[in-house]
């Protein structure tokens, strides 16, 4: 009977110690669980933030492209203002001459008129 | 002598190149005349088109700078966005490296319950054991209040 007791206090030890190694191993793996259900979250939250850093500068870059089509267009623009200005300019230089011509004409045919008048007085 | 003598004094041929001559001077003076209207016109069309012009410019210049305080919104968005994922990655970083030390304290755990599963029970020698030596070992075991009573009281 004694010897029955002892090898029953044996086995009670022995599953003592094991359920205690047991414990030990699942308190690891929940931390573990834990610990990975946070690295999870974690990394799911630095995705989003990575994922609208992306958005923002990819809006960044088509804001740019936007601003830079919109001057793009004002020198299209103030070119076409300088070729209006140019051709005025063409223009009024051409009027000018025509004019001192009609002048100069003018003043021979006055010089002209002037002598045979002249000569006619006489 | 008056100016009607002068003009009487004047021979016809004379009087005739004199009218011509007005003449002339008259229709170049009107023509010069038409020319300065026409081109008081010309550049009053001119000064219309190149305003319209300037005004387009003008709106252009005005939509641009809506678009860089946009664009420098967006920058800033962008530039708190950028703090906010370096945050986040130092958190990931650091709860991955959490995720890996426990891992690895999981597996040494399991390793641990699996070679006390292996390992040799504990056996006793039950010879010349007495009751008295029971009931210390079941009180140091923990064991029931029943059986150290019942081994204890013997």
């Known amino acids: ?122 | 002598m008056s100016i009607k003598s002068t003009i009487d004094g004047i021979s016809g041929t004379t009087k005739a190149v004199l009218f011509v001559s007005a003449l002339i001077i008259s229709l170049i003076v009107i023509w010069a005349g038409f020319l300065g209207g026409w081109n008081k016109m010309g550049n009053a069309l001119f000064a219309h088109q190149i305003n319209a012009k300037q005004q387009e410019v003008q709106k252009e210049l005005e939509q641009a700078a809506r678009d860089k305080q946009a664009l420098q919104q967006t920058l800033f968005e962008l530039k708190q966005a950028k703090d906010d994922y370096v945050k986040l990655k130092e958190q990931s970083d650091a709860a991955q490296k959490i995720f890996f030390d426990q891992s690895k304290t999981s597996t040494e755990k399991v390793a641990e319950f699996k070679k006390t599963l292996d390992a040799a029970p504990a056996h006793t020698s039950t010879d010349n054991i007495t009751t008295n030596d029971l009931c210390t070992r079941a009180k140091a075991a923990g064991s029931s209040a029943e059986l150290i009573s019942a081994l204890c009281s013997q």
């Open chain 1, 1 to 122: 009977m004694r010897r029955a007791v002892s090898a029953a206090l044996d086995e009670i030890e022995n599953l003592k110690r094991q359920l205690k190694a047991a414990a030990d191993a699942v308190v690891a793996q929940e931390t573990a669980i834990k610990a990975a259900n946070d690295a999870i979250a974690a990394n799911v939250k630095e995705r989003e933030a990575a994922d609208r850093t992306i958005l923002l500068a990819q809006k960044a870059i088509d804001q740019q492209q936007s601003i830079i089509a919109t001057y793009e267009k004002a020198i299209g623009t103030l070119q076409s203002m300088v070729d209006m200005a140019m051709k005025r300019i063409d223009k009024l230089e051409d009027k000018v001459d025509k004019a001192n011509a009609r002048a100069a004409k003018l003043g021979i045919l006055l010089t002209i008129v002037g002598m045979a008048t002249a000569v006619l007085k006489r």
